[in-house]
T-cell receptor, first 112, second 114 residues
Framework: DQQVKQNSPSLSVQEGRISILNCDYT??????FLWYKKYPAEGPTFLIS?????DKNEDGRFTVFLNKSAKHLSLHIVPSQPGDSAVYFC???????????FGAGTTVTVRA | SQTIHQWPATLVQPVGSPLSLECTVE??????LYWYRQAAGRGLQLLFY??????ISSEVPQNLSASRPQDRQFILSSKKLLLSDSGFYLC?????????????FGDGTRLSIL
């Protein structure tokens, strides 16, 4: 039962352009959403999060948008840089639960 | 600042052998601790979590067990490994789970069963 879905397994983008990663969820109890970045042979690194009381959160080049009615969130990276090439995981949970549900990840490749 | 350490980074074990993976956290007290497994091409699956010493909750039935002998130490074990236990194992910690705080991950252990 996959409650968080990342339907695009990969994304290729030119350096300097925008990367848009999408994530859908099915559990209406989820109210806290996170994005993690993972390089090969390393653990995921927390990138940015958003709670359901907001529809946008920005941190430098990274912005997360949340559309609660559509149960959809997205991560925008502007401008994309070669060091952004990694796997990005979307995760979500309910605030009264310990458990994070993860998507399968999207592999981003930034072309020079 | 808080840090999390996992070891070993890679491990190759024969089927039927025992397993012990260790995880320690520094710079924080009474963290929540988690063990995850990532299968190829899939997201992270929560295996165990712990809210305190000696308190372990299992999320999925399996061949593995977990223990928390000290506040900042979390151990993943098996008495007899199966081929299906191969994967990438990640330890994570967080502050109180009831608030909007992220989980922070170690660098993982790549376990290969032969």
């Amino acid at each position: 039962d996959q409650q968080v879905k990342q339907n695009s397994p990969s994304l290729s983008v030119q350096e300097g352009r925008i990367s848009i990663l999408n994530c859908d969820y099915t559990n209406s109890m989820f109210d806290y959403f996170l994005w993690y970045k993972k390089y090969p042979a390393e653990g995921p690194t927390f990138l940015i999060s958003i709670s359901s009381i907001k529809d946008k959160n920005e941190d430098g080049r990274f912005t997360v948008f949340l559309n609660k009615s559509a149960k959809h969130l997205s991560l925008h990276i502007v401008p994309s840089q070669p060091g952004d090439s990694a796997v990005y995981f979307c995760a979500a949970r309910s605030s009264n639960d310990y458990k994070l549900s993860f998507g399968a990840g999207t592999t981003v490749t930034v072309r020079a | 600042s808080q840090t999390i350490h996992q070891w070993p980074a890679t491990l190759v074990q024969p089927v039927g052998s025992p397993l012990s993976l260790e995880c320690t956290v520094e710079g924080t007290s009474n963290p929540n601790l988690y063990w995850y497994r990532q299968a190829a091409g899939r997201g992270l699956q929560l295996l165990f979590y712990s809210v305190g010493i000696g308190q372990i909750s299992s999320e999925v039935p399996q061949n593995l067990s977990a223990s928390r002998p000290q506040d900042r130490q979390f151990i993943l074990s098996s008495k007899k490994l199966l081929l299906s236990d191969s994967g990438f194992y990640l330890c994570a910690w967080s502050v109180v789970w009831g608030h909007n705080q992220p989980q922070h991950f170690g660098d993982g252990t790549r376990l290969s069963i032969l």
